[in-house]
């Protein structure tokens, strides 16, 4: 799998790229809904998201967006959690085979 990503041309990598980007930008939006909706700590959400977001070094643009979601946080309602939640499962799908050599 590592040989066919070399072997990729720079378009296709970006791309690849920036759907793990936003894979990951997922799982913590839902991460995050997820603590709201268990009443976590507002404070310890945020430490929690931010150290995972510089863990996983996703790109800017969805960088951006997480951050600004924390930083909104203390004025989140269950009903937008909602509206975050259908966001993230967007049907963006795409489909990778992995070929034996």
């Known amino acids: 799998m590592v040989r066919r990503y070399k072997s990729l041309g720079e378009a296709e990598k970006k791309r690849l790229e920036m759907d793990e980007d936003h894979l990951l930008g997922v799982m913590l939006i839902n991460q995050i809904a997820f603590m709201v909706m268990m009443r976590v ?16 070094h996703i790109g800017l643009a969805c960088s951006q967006e997480l951050n600004q979601l ?31 050599v």
């Open 41 to 56: 700590n507002k404070n310890e959400i945020r430490r929690k998201a931010r150290r995972l977001l510089g863990k996983c």
């Open 70 to 100: 924390l930083d909104q946080i203390g004025n989140l309602v269950n009903h937008f959690l909602l509206c975050l939640l259908v966001v993230s499962v967007s049907p963006s799908v795409f489909w990778y085979f992995a070929h034996r």
